[in-house]
């Protein structure tokens, strides 16, 4: 039986590993040394592994493909070019340039065939983990009942990663959850080069990593291409771990590849200086000579060899249109879904407002326990609508009552009832991956996927968090405990400033709704959304259910919670001229509304503001702006318990703000508020000092 690769194909991987070293030679810096060793490695996956349309990059049959080492863009920047992806030579010289579709990490939603912004390290491969899970929970919605393998929902997901990415925390926690979920789906070749910037990583990395993932319940392989002295690129053996690993359903794969980065640099090979700087002129016109190449010449691609590897085009339409055969047959037995799957893929959903539950008749609750209500309400019509926590179900009520949990049936708990294709997720205790994962979910697309913890452990998703703003995915976080409210448990769990940290991360939108009428809003707008992620921070504590009116604020009537979606809103207007401004979120509104009583009692017209999210207040036009917040009225007060970073925009000089610039402590949450001065004679100072700078 002959090589997989034919002399050709070899000839394309020797003018891959150019191109790569000509690009960074080219911007004046980057990472070549990656690019270069692994070309056929991401050669086979691209020509003869991957199930592709280099035409459609959203192919719904697609295999996805992670290259969790991103600061080897290259690796996968040459191999789109190669095969007619979107991509051409004029692309790649003007690698880590303004404007380039080549920029200096591969980003999601600007180089087609990117599934995924890798940055940094360990994202990729946990976030693989949730493309992996998407996968399974769709067909399951779609497909359940298909032979495996047979279904038009089926693919794998294939990731290339490296030292780096296996040393960062997250891909360990994302490992293990892989494992317990026997994600057969999952394929990570882990590049084994052993050198990252600081040159070999024994100074810092000597675990035996195949064992580790062995001990995730992985199925580990593992291809040695060997060492300098005798060094073949094994891809036949390759692409046989591939295809043992294709066949290995109910474990997710790692192989090993033990390779030597910029193979085969002369002098450069096997060293940190070829991780991440330019070749040099003098080793770069060593490498072309060493294959054989002129080292004069730049760029160069012959056109055979072009139009060789662009055949991957017409594979991919033949694959295209296999499923395409398929897809059809599945789409004629199955109407009902078919047109769930259509719904789906246009972003829309139902009519969300006749499904709110009615808190009219309550008194006082905790937002959180309004959030669980509106996620039971809402998902009983939205089966795209999947989540859980990360060990919390029983404080974020994020559970969806009467859904098998997303597990093996044989991880089955006295507790939970599992089922490969459940809805509700058990993250356990790693709020990072489940951060990591819950994008891979939403990338991998069309469910909407959210994940609860703590408000004060966002800090531990917060990376993840990011990326999922940066890219614009949109995924959803129930965050809990959001301040000093939670009480006794003391200030480790007493969230102060992260309201303001998260507030400050742009394309997040961070909702404290006021009481349970505006999570439920909150949760209808957030669904309604598509583009970008969306945090709901929610009290555990009881706090006053609002008697509201049927549209606007008027006289002594508050205004409806429907507004929640403009962000902030006029919820009480004042009585007689107003003079005073008080703009709230969450539990401190109740206190606000308290304060105006005061105010009013003495003859001051206040206005109160219920603000749950400023991103949504900040998309609103001048005009409506100016009618919650008008410029001439300066004298303001603020009112958060966190600190009031960022008030200050919306107070002013003249403003004032009631917060907490300090840890809370360890007490009963009505003995805190008082102690801290959150309080509405609080209010009622700050405001009559506001009303004094202002000259009213």
């Given at each position: 039986?002959g090589?997989?690769?034919?002399?050709v194909?070899?000839?394309?991987v020797?003018?891959?590993?150019?191109?790569?070293?000509d690009?960074?030679e080219?911007?004046?810096?980057?990472h070549p040394g990656?690019?270069?060793?692994?070309?056929p490695?991401?050669?086979l996956l691209?020509q003869?592994v991957?199930?592709?349309?280099?035409?459609d990059p959203?192919?719904?049959?697609?295999?996805?493909?992670?290259?969790?080492a991103?600061?080897?863009s290259?690796?996968?920047?040459?191999?789109?070019?190669?095969?007619?992806?979107?991509l051409?030579?004029?692309?790649?010289?003007?690698?880590?340039t303004?404007?380039s579709?080549t920029?200096?990490?591969p980003?999601y939603g600007?180089?087609?065939?990117?599934?995924i912004t890798t940055?940094?390290?360990?994202?990729?491969?946990?976030?693989?983990t949730?493309f992996a899970y998407?996968?399974r929970f769709?067909?399951?919605?779609?497909d359940?009942?298909?032979a495996?393998g047979?279904?038009p929902f089926?693919?794998?997901?294939?990731?290339?990663?490296g030292?780096?990415?296996?040393?960062e925390?997250?891909?360990?926690?994302?490992?293990?959850?892989?494992?317990?979920?026997e994600?057969?789906n999952?394929?990570v070749?882990?590049?084994?080069?052993?050198i990252?910037?600081e040159?070999?990583?024994?100074i810092a990395?000597?675990?035996?990593?195949?064992?580790?993932?062995e001990?995730?319940?992985?199925?580990?392989?593992?291809v040695?291409f060997?060492?300098?002295?005798v060094?073949?690129e094994?891809v036949?053996?390759?692409?046989?771990?591939?295809t043992?690993?294709?066949?290995?359903?109910?474990r997710?794969?790692l192989?090993?590849?033990?390779?030597i980065?910029g193979w085969?640099?002369?002098?450069?090979?096997?060293t940190?200086?070829?991780?991440g700087?330019a070749?040099g002129a003098?080793?770069?016109?060593l490498?072309?000579?060493?294959?054989?190449?002129?080292?004069e010449e730049?760029?160069v691609?012959?056109?055979t060899?072009?139009?060789?590897?662009?055949s991957?085009?017409?594979r991919?339409q033949?694959?295209?249109?296999?499923?395409?055969t398929k897809f059809d047959?599945w789409?004629?037995?199955n109407p009902?879904?078919?047109?769930l799957?259509?719904?789906?893929?246009r972003?829309?959903?139902?009519?969300?407002?006749?499904?709110?539950?009615?808190f009219s008749?309550v008194?006082?609750?905790?937002?959180?326990?309004?959030?669980?209500?509106v996620?039971n309400a809402l998902a009983?019509?939205?089966?795209e609508?999947?989540g859980?926590?990360?060990?919390l179900?029983?404080?974020?009520?994020?559970?969806?009552?009467?859904?098998?949990s997303f597990?093996?049936?044989?991880r089955?708990?006295?507790?939970?009832?599992?089922?490969?294709y459940?809805?509700?997720?058990?993250?356990?205790i790693?709020?990072h991956?489940?951060?990591a994962?819950?994008n891979?979910?939403?990338?991998h697309?069309?469910?909407?996927?959210f994940?609860?913890?703590?408000?004060?452990?966002?800090d531990?998703?917060?990376p993840?968090?990011r990326l999922?703003?940066l890219?614009?995915v949109p995924v959803i976080y129930?965050?809990?405990?959001d301040?000093i409210?939670?009480?006794?448990?003391?200030?480790?769990h007493?969230?102060?400033e992260?309201?303001?940290a998260?507030?400050?991360?742009p394309?997040?939108d961070v909702?404290?709704?006021?009481d349970a009428?505006e999570?439920a809003?909150?949760?209808?707008?957030?669904?309604e959304?598509?583009?970008?992620?969306?945090?709901?921070a929610?009290?555990?504590?009881?706090i006053?259910?609002?008697?509201r009116?049927?549209?606007?604020a008027?006289g002594s009537t508050l205004a409806?919670?429907?507004?929640?979606?403009r962000?902030?809103y006029?919820?009480?207007?004042?009585?007689?001229?107003?003079?005073v401004?008080l703009?709230?979120?969450?539990?401190?509104v109740?206190?606000?509304?308290?304060?105006r009583?005061?105010?009013?009692?003495?003859g001051?017209?206040t206005r109160?503001?219920?603000?749950?999210c400023?991103e949504?207040f900040?998309?609103?036009?001048?005009?409506?702006?100016?009618?919650?917040?008008?410029?001439?009225?300066?004298?303001?007060v603020?009112?958060?318990a966190?600190?009031?970073q960022?008030?200050?925009?919306?107070?002013?000089?003249?403003?004032?703000?009631?917060?907490?610039?300090?840890?809370?402590?360890?007490?009963?949450?009505?003995?805190?508020?008082?102690?801290f001065?959150?309080?509405?004679?609080?209010?009622?100072?700050a405001?009559?000092d506001?009303?004094?700078?202002s000259?009213?």
């Open positions: 039986m090589s997989v690769f034919t002399e194909d070899h000839e394309a020797k003018i891959a590993r150019v191109l790569a070293a690009a960074v080219k911007a004046g810096h980057g990656t690019a270069i060793s692994l070309a490695v991401a050669y691209y003869k991957l199930q592709i349309d280099p035409h959203h192919w719904l049959g697609r295999d996805r493909f992670i290259l969790s991103g600061h080897s290259l690796t996968q920047y040459v191999q789109l070019f190669l095969g007619g992806c979107g051409e030579l004029d692309d790649l010289k003007a690698l880590r303004w404007g579709l920029p200096g990490h980003e600007h180089t087609d065939h990117v599934e940055g940094p390290l360990g994202q990729g491969i946990a976030s693989a949730g998407a996968q769709e067909r399951g919605l779609f359940p009942d298909a495996p047979e279904s089926d693919h794998h997901v294939y990731v290339i990663a030292d780096g990415d296996l040393q925390g997250v891909s360990a926690e994302a490992a293990s959850l892989a494992g317990h979920q994600l057969g999952l394929v070749l882990y590049d084994a080069n052993q990252s910037i040159d070999d990583v024994d990395f000597s675990e035996d990593v195949a064992a580790r993932y001990s995730y319940g992985w199925h580990v392989q593992t040695d060997g060492d300098s002295q060094y073949r094994d036949d053996g390759l692409l046989n771990a591939i043992a690993a294709q066949q290995e359903t109910r997710p794969s192989i090993v590849v033990k390779t980065i085969p640099s002369p002098t450069k090979q096997n940190g200086k070829i991780h700087s070749l003098d080793e770069l016109a490498l072309k000579t060493a294959l054989g190449m002129n080292p730049t760029f691609v012959p056109p060899v072009l139009d060789h590897t662009r991957l085009r017409e991919g033949r694959l295209r249109s296999e499923w395409d047959v789409a004629a037995r009902e879904k078919k047109a799957l259509d719904r789906l893929l972003g829309e959903v139902p009519d969300l407002e006749t499904l709110l539950p009615d008749d008194e006082s609750m905790a937002t959180r326990a309004a959030s669980g209500q996620i009983a019509s939205l089966p609508l999947w859980g926590s990360a060990d179900a029983d404080s974020n009520l994020t559970t969806i009552k009467g859904r098998a597990a093996p049936a044989r089955s708990t006295k507790e939970w009832s599992a089922d490969l459940g809805s509700v997720l058990h993250f356990g790693r709020e991956a489940m951060g994962i819950l891979g979910i939403a990338l697309g069309p469910t909407r996927p994940g609860g913890t703590f408000l004060i452990f966002s531990y998703m917060r993840a968090v999922a703003a890219m614009g129930v965050w809990t405990h301040s409210g939670l009480g006794e448990d003391g200030p480790t007493q969230p102060v992260q309201l303001a998260l507030r400050a991360i394309g997040l909702i404290r709704p006021a009428h999570t809003y909150a949760w209808k707008t957030m669904l959304r598509q583009k970008n992620p969306a945090g709901i929610l009290t555990r504590q009881g006053p259910v609002l008697s009116g049927a549209d606007s008027g409806h919670a429907r507004h929640t979606a962000g902030g006029v919820l009480a207007e004042a009585e007689g001229d107003l003079s401004i703009i709230a979120t969450g539990s401190e109740a206190i606000a509304l308290e304060a009583e005061a105010l009013h009692s003495s001051v017209g109160v503001v219920s603000m749950p400023v949504w900040d998309e609103q036009d001048d005009s409506y702006r100016e009618t919650v917040l008008p410029r001439a009225v300066t004298a303001r603020s009112i958060e966190g600190i009031a960022s008030w200050h925009r919306f107070v002013g000089d003249s403003g004032r703000s009631v917060s907490l610039e300090h840890f809370g402590a360890s007490a009963d949450y009505q003995r805190l508020y008082q102690e001065g959150l309080t509405s004679a609080a209010v009622v100072a405001a009559q506001s009303l004094a700078l000259g009213k």
